[in-house]
Protein backbone atom coordinates (compact mmCIF):
# COMPACT_ATOMS: atom_id res chain seq x y z
CA UNK A 1 0.00 0.00 0.00
CA UNK A 2 2.93 2.58 0.89
CA UNK A 3 4.76 1.69 -2.67
CA UNK A 4 1.54 2.22 -4.53
CA UNK A 5 0.80 5.99 -2.35
CA UNK A 6 4.72 6.89 -3.30
CA UNK A 7 3.77 6.43 -7.25
CA UNK A 8 0.83 8.12 -7.36
CA UNK A 9 2.58 10.51 -4.97
CA UNK A 10 5.17 10.66 -7.43
CA UNK A 11 2.66 10.72 -10.71
CA UNK A 12 1.17 13.77 -9.25
CA UNK A 13 3.86 15.71 -8.64
CA UNK A 14 5.58 14.92 -12.15
CA UNK A 15 2.20 16.08 -14.16
CA UNK A 16 1.92 19.25 -11.57
CA UNK A 17 5.70 20.43 -12.43
CA UNK A 18 5.21 23.35 -14.51
CA UNK A 19 8.85 22.01 -15.79
CA UNK A 20 6.85 19.04 -17.17
CA UNK A 21 6.44 18.37 -21.40
CA UNK A 22 3.60 15.99 -21.87
CA UNK A 23 4.57 13.58 -24.42
CA UNK A 24 3.17 14.48 -28.80
CA UNK A 25 0.92 11.48 -29.50
CA UNK A 26 3.06 9.26 -32.43
CA UNK A 27 2.52 6.46 -34.49
CA UNK A 28 4.84 3.65 -33.04
CA UNK A 29 7.24 3.97 -36.02
CA UNK A 30 7.71 7.49 -35.31
CA UNK A 31 10.52 8.95 -33.26
CA UNK A 32 11.90 11.44 -31.28
CA UNK A 33 14.68 13.67 -30.84
CA UNK A 34 16.28 13.07 -27.18
CA UNK A 35 18.18 15.78 -25.47
CA UNK A 36 20.27 14.95 -21.76
CA UNK A 37 22.22 17.86 -20.75
CA UNK A 38 23.34 18.67 -16.94
CA UNK A 39 24.36 22.47 -16.40
CA UNK A 40 26.55 23.77 -14.13
CA UNK A 41 29.55 22.97 -11.40
CA UNK A 42 32.30 23.36 -14.40
CA UNK A 43 32.96 25.58 -17.53
CA UNK A 44 32.02 22.43 -19.98
CA UNK A 45 28.66 21.16 -20.72
CA UNK A 46 28.24 18.61 -22.95
CA UNK A 47 24.12 17.96 -24.78
CA UNK A 48 23.42 14.59 -26.18
CA UNK A 49 21.14 13.86 -28.93
CA UNK A 50 20.10 10.80 -29.80
CA UNK A 51 16.83 9.28 -31.65
CA UNK A 52 14.79 7.44 -29.56
CA UNK A 53 11.36 5.39 -30.23
CA UNK A 54 8.61 5.43 -27.99
CA UNK A 55 8.65 3.33 -24.50
CA UNK A 56 6.73 0.39 -26.68
CA UNK A 57 8.79 0.31 -29.72
CA UNK A 58 11.84 -1.97 -29.92
CA UNK A 59 14.17 1.27 -30.43
CA UNK A 60 14.67 0.17 -33.47
CA UNK A 61 18.33 -1.24 -32.90
CA UNK A 62 19.47 -2.03 -36.15
CA UNK A 63 19.33 1.94 -37.90
CA UNK A 64 22.71 3.19 -37.87
CA UNK A 65 22.12 5.98 -40.16
CA UNK A 66 23.50 9.49 -38.90
CA UNK A 67 21.58 11.52 -36.88
CA UNK A 68 23.21 14.74 -38.44
CA UNK A 69 21.25 17.04 -35.96
CA UNK A 70 22.29 21.00 -35.10
CA UNK A 71 21.97 23.12 -32.19
CA UNK A 72 21.57 26.17 -30.89
CA UNK A 73 22.50 27.23 -27.25
CA UNK A 74 21.49 29.96 -25.80
CA UNK A 75 22.56 32.07 -22.56
CA UNK A 76 20.59 35.10 -21.84
CA UNK A 77 19.71 35.60 -25.50
CA UNK A 78 23.24 34.88 -26.56
CA UNK A 79 23.93 32.27 -29.18
CA UNK A 80 27.11 30.20 -27.44
CA UNK A 81 29.64 28.34 -29.41
CA UNK A 82 30.29 24.53 -29.33
CA UNK A 83 32.72 21.89 -30.82
CA UNK A 84 30.12 18.84 -32.33
CA UNK A 85 30.58 15.03 -32.57
CA UNK A 86 28.63 13.62 -34.73
CA UNK A 87 27.12 10.01 -35.47
CA UNK A 88 24.34 8.11 -34.47
CA UNK A 89 23.93 9.90 -31.89
CA UNK A 90 25.42 13.65 -31.30
CA UNK A 91 26.97 15.29 -29.16
CA UNK A 92 27.75 19.41 -28.38
CA UNK A 93 30.38 20.48 -25.82
CA UNK A 94 30.14 24.18 -24.67
CA UNK A 95 32.66 26.23 -22.80
CA UNK A 96 30.91 28.46 -21.02
CA UNK A 97 31.27 30.18 -17.44
CA UNK A 98 27.67 29.86 -16.02
CA UNK A 99 26.08 32.43 -13.17
CA UNK A 100 23.04 32.15 -11.09
CA UNK A 101 20.31 33.50 -13.05
CA UNK A 102 21.54 32.71 -16.19
CA UNK A 103 18.86 31.61 -18.46
CA UNK A 104 19.42 28.53 -21.40
CA UNK A 105 17.37 27.63 -23.92
CA UNK A 106 18.61 24.48 -26.29
CA UNK A 107 17.17 23.99 -29.80
CA UNK A 108 17.95 21.62 -31.94
CA UNK A 109 16.44 19.66 -34.97
CA UNK A 110 17.18 16.49 -37.71
CA UNK A 111 16.07 15.55 -40.72
CA UNK A 112 12.90 13.98 -40.62
CA UNK A 113 11.90 14.63 -36.91
CA UNK A 114 10.41 17.37 -35.14
CA UNK A 115 12.09 20.22 -33.56
CA UNK A 116 12.93 20.40 -30.31
CA UNK A 117 13.60 23.00 -27.36
CA UNK A 118 14.01 23.04 -23.46
CA UNK A 119 14.96 25.52 -21.14
CA UNK A 120 15.86 25.69 -17.79
CA UNK A 121 17.66 28.51 -15.38
CA UNK A 122 21.10 28.39 -13.07
CA UNK A 123 19.83 28.05 -9.72
CA UNK A 124 20.17 31.21 -7.46
CA UNK A 125 22.00 30.51 -4.50
CA UNK A 126 20.36 32.26 -1.43
CA UNK A 127 22.48 34.42 1.26
CA UNK A 128 22.70 32.70 4.87
CA UNK A 129 22.02 29.55 3.48
CA UNK A 130 24.75 27.52 5.21
CA UNK A 131 23.85 27.60 9.01
CA UNK A 132 26.77 25.50 9.91
CA UNK A 133 29.26 23.32 8.69
CA UNK A 134 31.74 21.73 10.64
CA UNK A 135 34.16 18.18 10.44
CA UNK A 136 36.77 16.48 12.50
CA UNK A 137 38.71 13.29 11.74
CA UNK A 138 39.08 10.33 14.64
CA UNK A 139 40.30 7.05 14.03
CA UNK A 140 41.14 7.65 10.66
CA UNK A 141 37.68 8.67 10.07
CA UNK A 142 36.17 11.77 8.56
CA UNK A 143 33.04 13.04 10.14
CA UNK A 144 31.05 15.78 10.00
CA UNK A 145 27.62 17.76 10.00
CA UNK A 146 25.84 20.45 7.54
CA UNK A 147 22.89 22.31 8.75
CA UNK A 148 21.03 24.05 6.42
CA UNK A 149 18.92 27.08 6.92
CA UNK A 150 15.23 25.88 6.65
CA UNK A 151 13.58 29.07 6.13
CA UNK A 152 15.96 29.62 3.30
CA UNK A 153 15.91 26.09 1.81
CA UNK A 154 12.14 25.94 2.35
CA UNK A 155 11.54 25.92 -1.28
CA UNK A 156 14.85 24.72 -3.18
CA UNK A 157 15.92 21.37 -3.86
CA UNK A 158 19.52 20.65 -2.50
CA UNK A 159 21.96 17.80 -2.73
CA UNK A 160 25.65 17.28 -0.67
CA UNK A 161 28.32 15.44 -1.46
CA UNK A 162 31.40 14.77 -0.63
CA UNK A 163 33.93 15.09 -4.24
CA UNK A 164 36.44 12.67 -3.53
CA UNK A 165 39.70 12.52 -5.48
CA UNK A 166 42.31 9.37 -4.26
CA UNK A 167 46.21 9.89 -5.79
CA UNK A 168 47.59 6.15 -4.99
CA UNK A 169 51.21 6.30 -5.04
CA UNK A 170 52.69 3.27 -5.53
CA UNK A 171 56.39 2.02 -4.66
CA UNK A 172 58.70 -0.68 -5.08
CA UNK A 173 61.51 -1.73 -2.19
CA UNK A 174 60.81 1.92 -1.60
CA UNK A 175 61.52 3.45 -5.02
CA UNK A 176 59.21 5.37 -6.16
CA UNK A 177 56.94 3.37 -8.79
CA UNK A 178 54.00 4.76 -10.33
CA UNK A 179 50.68 6.67 -9.19
CA UNK A 180 46.82 6.49 -10.05
CA UNK A 181 44.09 8.45 -9.47
CA UNK A 182 40.36 8.09 -9.27
CA UNK A 183 37.83 10.17 -8.39
CA UNK A 184 33.85 10.01 -7.00
CA UNK A 185 31.38 11.20 -4.99
CA UNK A 186 29.59 10.25 -1.64
CA UNK A 187 26.62 11.76 -0.66
CA UNK A 188 26.19 13.24 2.61
CA UNK A 189 22.46 11.13 4.60
CA UNK A 190 20.12 12.78 6.56
CA UNK A 191 19.68 12.11 10.49
CA UNK A 192 16.83 12.20 12.58
CA UNK A 193 17.63 15.90 13.22
CA UNK A 194 17.49 17.43 10.27
CA UNK A 195 21.29 17.83 10.17
CA UNK A 196 23.49 16.43 7.01
CA UNK A 197 26.07 13.85 7.85
CA UNK A 198 28.83 11.75 6.82
CA UNK A 199 31.54 9.79 7.50
CA UNK A 200 34.27 8.38 5.10
CA UNK A 201 37.09 6.08 6.16
CA UNK A 202 40.54 7.30 5.16
CA UNK A 203 42.81 4.76 3.43
CA UNK A 204 45.75 3.36 5.00
CA UNK A 205 48.93 2.28 3.46
CA UNK A 206 48.78 -1.52 1.72
CA UNK A 207 51.66 -3.17 1.28
CA UNK A 208 51.88 -6.75 -0.34
CA UNK A 209 55.54 -9.23 -1.04
CA UNK A 210 55.34 -9.47 -4.75
CA UNK A 211 56.49 -12.93 -6.59
CA UNK A 212 59.92 -11.05 -6.90
CA UNK A 213 60.16 -11.08 -3.41
CA UNK A 214 60.03 -7.32 -3.68
CA UNK A 215 57.53 -4.76 -1.20
CA UNK A 216 54.86 -3.30 -2.72
CA UNK A 217 53.85 -0.39 -1.00
CA UNK A 218 51.03 2.02 -1.65
CA UNK A 219 50.15 5.64 0.16
CA UNK A 220 46.93 7.01 -0.78
CA UNK A 221 46.72 11.06 -1.02
CA UNK A 222 42.67 12.02 0.00
CA UNK A 223 41.52 15.05 -1.82
CA UNK A 224 38.16 16.19 -0.87
CA UNK A 225 35.31 19.27 -1.56
CA UNK A 226 32.48 19.31 0.51
CA UNK A 227 29.66 20.37 -2.15
CA UNK A 228 25.75 21.47 -1.58
CA UNK A 229 24.31 21.59 -4.71
CA UNK A 230 21.00 23.51 -5.71
CA UNK A 231 19.18 21.72 -8.10
CA UNK A 232 16.79 22.97 -10.59
CA UNK A 233 13.16 21.40 -10.98
CA UNK A 234 13.94 20.00 -14.13
CA UNK A 235 16.87 18.28 -13.14
CA UNK A 236 14.95 16.98 -9.94
CA UNK A 237 12.01 15.69 -11.17
CA UNK A 238 14.25 13.85 -13.59
CA UNK A 239 16.38 12.04 -11.51
CA UNK A 240 13.50 11.79 -9.11
CA UNK A 241 11.53 9.64 -11.79
CA UNK A 242 14.91 7.40 -12.59
CA UNK A 243 15.05 6.79 -9.12
CA UNK A 244 11.70 5.44 -8.78
CA UNK A 245 11.45 4.41 -12.26
CA UNK A 246 14.85 3.13 -13.71
CA UNK A 247 13.26 0.91 -16.61
CA UNK A 248 11.34 3.87 -18.67
CA UNK A 249 14.12 6.92 -17.57
CA UNK A 250 12.14 8.54 -20.59
CA UNK A 251 9.33 9.06 -18.77
CA UNK A 252 9.84 12.77 -17.68
CA UNK A 253 10.72 15.34 -19.54
CA UNK A 254 10.98 19.17 -19.95
CA UNK A 255 11.75 18.84 -23.84
CA UNK A 256 8.75 20.37 -25.82
CA UNK A 257 8.20 18.16 -28.78
CA UNK A 258 10.42 15.03 -27.30
CA UNK A 259 12.44 13.50 -24.76
CA UNK A 260 14.93 13.77 -22.00
CA UNK A 261 15.76 16.48 -19.79
CA UNK A 262 17.71 19.76 -19.74
CA UNK A 263 18.94 20.64 -16.71
CA UNK A 264 21.03 22.37 -14.34
CA UNK A 265 22.28 22.91 -10.60
CA UNK A 266 24.95 25.66 -8.91
CA UNK A 267 27.75 24.29 -6.46
CA UNK A 268 29.18 25.82 -3.46
CA UNK A 269 31.80 24.23 -2.09
CA UNK A 270 31.44 24.45 1.36
CA UNK A 271 35.11 23.76 2.34
CA UNK A 272 37.84 21.40 1.61
CA UNK A 273 40.49 18.67 3.27
CA UNK A 274 43.43 17.49 2.16
CA UNK A 275 45.52 14.98 3.59
CA UNK A 276 49.01 13.55 2.77
CA UNK A 277 50.16 10.18 1.88
CA UNK A 278 48.44 8.12 4.40
Known amino acids: MRSSLFYI ?4 MLFSCDSYAPYPVLADEDALLKL ?4 GGSDSTVVYVSKEYMITHDHRLSDESALNSSLRF ?3 GENIEYKAKKDI ?4 VIHHQFRAGDRVE ?15 VIPEVPSDLIKDFSYTVEDGILKGGLVVNSSKAADLHLSADLGITEIIHIYKDDVYASSRTYWRSQPFSVNGSGEWVFDYQLPKDYVVIDDEGKVIRETTEIQISFNLDIISEELYFARLHQQSSSMSPSSYTNVKGGLGYVGAFNRVVIGTFKSDAQ
Open 106 to 120: VFCSAPGLPDVTAVT
Open 74 to 76: IVN
Open 89 to 92: SDLY
Open 9 to 12: SLLL
Open 36 to 39: VSVI
